[in-house]
């Protein structure tokens, strides 16, 4: 009871998960909604006359168990996330050597205008200045690369 009104534990999870359902309408990224629906599911066993104790339980065990299996397909499906930038892009083009590619030492390559450090995908390969390479990887400022098919 407060200041005179009785609060009923099914209202207190019916705003418990309003409150989830607007935090995710404001992210959009899938953060909050699973525990809409644990707020959803606590009411329920509140309404069915279910303890304090077994209320939290059950919004905390179906919060997490969505969380844990579907936020993954959600986030496949629906690709959050995984917006594609400049750098993602760059992946599988090709780049020109400008410096020599050493084992285990980096060099340099030209790629798109802008010249980037690099080292070989293989580390026994040596790439010489003028070779054209394709890009498989970006680790930080660095390029991993690979000798163009076709080149030798």
């Given at each position: 009871?407060?200041?005179?009104?009785?609060?009923?534990?099914?209202?207190?999870?019916?705003?418990?998960?309003?409150?989830?359902?607007?935090?995710?309408?404001?992210?959009m990224?899938?953060?909050?909604?699973?525990?809409?629906?644990?707020?959803?599911?606590?009411?329920?066993?509140?309404?069915?006359?279910?303890?304090?104790?077994?209320?939290?339980?059950?919004?905390?065990?179906?919060?997490?168990?969505l969380?844990?299996?579907?936020?993954?397909?959600?986030?496949?499906?629906?690709?959050?996330?995984?917006?594609?930038?400049?750098?993602?892009?760059?992946?599988?083009?090709?780049?020109?050597?400008?410096?020599?590619?050493?084992?285990?030492?980096?060099?340099?390559?030209?790629?798109?205008?802008?010249?980037w450090?690099?080292?070989?995908?293989?580390?026994?390969?040596i790439?010489?200045?003028?070779?054209?390479?394709?890009?498989?990887?970006?680790?930080?400022?660095?390029?991993?690369?690979?000798?163009?098919?076709?080149?030798?």
């Open positions: 009871m407060i200041a005179g009104f009785e609060v009923s534990e099914p209202l207190v999870w019916i705003v418990i998960a309003v409150i989830f359902a607007i935090i995710e309408g404001f992210t990224g899938l953060t909050t909604i699973w525990f809409t629906v644990g707020g959803v599911a606590a009411c329920i066993i509140a309404l069915i006359g279910g303890s304090l104790l077994i209320q939290v339980t059950v919004f905390l065990a179906v919060s997490i168990i969380l844990y299996f579907t936020r993954p397909l959600a986030e496949k499906r629906l690709r959050i996330g995984h917006e594609k930038n400049s750098i993602d892009q760059m992946i599988n083009t090709t780049g020109i050597v400008v410096e020599t590619i050493e084992p285990y030492h980096t060099g340099q390559v030209k790629l798109n205008g802008m010249i450090t690099a080292v070989s995908k293989d580390d026994n390969e790439l010489l200045k003028g070779d054209i390479v394709k890009i498989v990887k970006i680790q930080g400022v660095k390029l991993i690369v690979e000798r163009e098919r076709g080149e030798e």
